[in-house]
């Protein structure tokens, strides 16, 4: 069990099949960042600002559980192959992202892809065919009037070439296109509640966290369709000693590594 902290400093648990990686890569300026800051906070910043790399994490309850998700949005350079292998490993998954107007986003996400299920096989220990990886592909930037340099049949190509399974999802992060769909797709594929998309739960504020694990709210008794999600502010990334201890246990079979809570509000 994972041990979170309210504001009163009073202790719960979210049960570590309830917690979550979601990691998100691609090259720089693909548009990453703009599809986490819709799913987090649906807005759009037309301003660009190169990612390192960031950390968030987002609480639910839904149908009276508790989930964390925590969201990694990687660098487009991967200045630190190590540290790209790491995010693989710890995640659980993916959103590989390119450029509609630009092949070598493309190829980079053919590359990703590879590399994702090459990793996570010799995670498991299997053959690349039997790893299940959720995965979704997005060619992002649909709403502009540009020249299309990755045409259709490279994506079918891509997402029929091999047995694992994935989607394909053209959007636009700034129109807010077919977002929403792609990660209800995406938790679909994941055996996750479909209301941990943007479209399906009320985001509240930190100020509310007692929504996660009480049967009510402002007064308001709670039904079983309800669901909420609360971003966590300042959330850090855990250690790199936390992070492998969590794969090592995956490797063997164990429980989740109980380093990755952290303080809810």
Not at 180 to 193: C, G, I, R, S, V
């Amino acid at each position: 069990m994972i041990k979170k902290m309210s504001p009163s400093d009073s202790h719960f648990d979210i049960p570590a099949k309830n917690c979550h990686r979601m990691v998100i890569l691609g090259s720089t300026k693909v548009g990453k960042t703009a599809i986490i800051s819709r799913f987090l906070n649906e807005r759009f910043d037309d301003q660009y600002t190169p990612t390192i790399e960031d950390f968030h994490r987002k609480f639910y309850s839904i149908r009276g559980d508790v989930y964390q998700l925590d969201i990694l949005d990687t660098s487009g350079n991967h200045p630190f192959p190590a540290m790209r292998r790491l995010s693989i490993l710890t995640g659980d998954v993916f959103i590989l992202v390119f450029s509609l107007d630009n092949k070598e986003s493309f190829l980079e996400v053919q590359r990703l892809k590879r590399q994702i299920y090459e990793t996570k096989s010799c995670l498991k220990n299997k053959t690349k065919e039997n790893v299940d990886v959720p995965l979704v592909i997005c060619g992002n930037k649909c709403d502009r009037d540009f020249y299309r340099e990755v045409q259709e049949e490279e994506v079918e190509r891509l997402i029929a070439g091999g047995d694992e399974q994935c989607a394909y999802f053209e959007i636009s992060a700034k129109r807010n296109t077919n977002v929403d769909q792609m990660f209800q797709t995406l938790f679909t594929m994941a055996k996750l509640p479909s209301e941990m998309s943007p479209d399906r739960h009320r985001n509240v504020s930190q100020q509310h966290c007692e929504v996660l694990h009480r049967k009510s709210f402002r007064g308001k008794k709670l039904k079983d369709g309800d669901a909420f999600g609360i971003v966590a502010p300042f959330a850090r990334r855990p250690s790199v000693h936390s992070d492998l201890m969590y794969i090592k246990e995956k490797a063997v079979g164990g429980s989740q590594a109980k380093e990755r809570g952290c303080v809810i509000c």
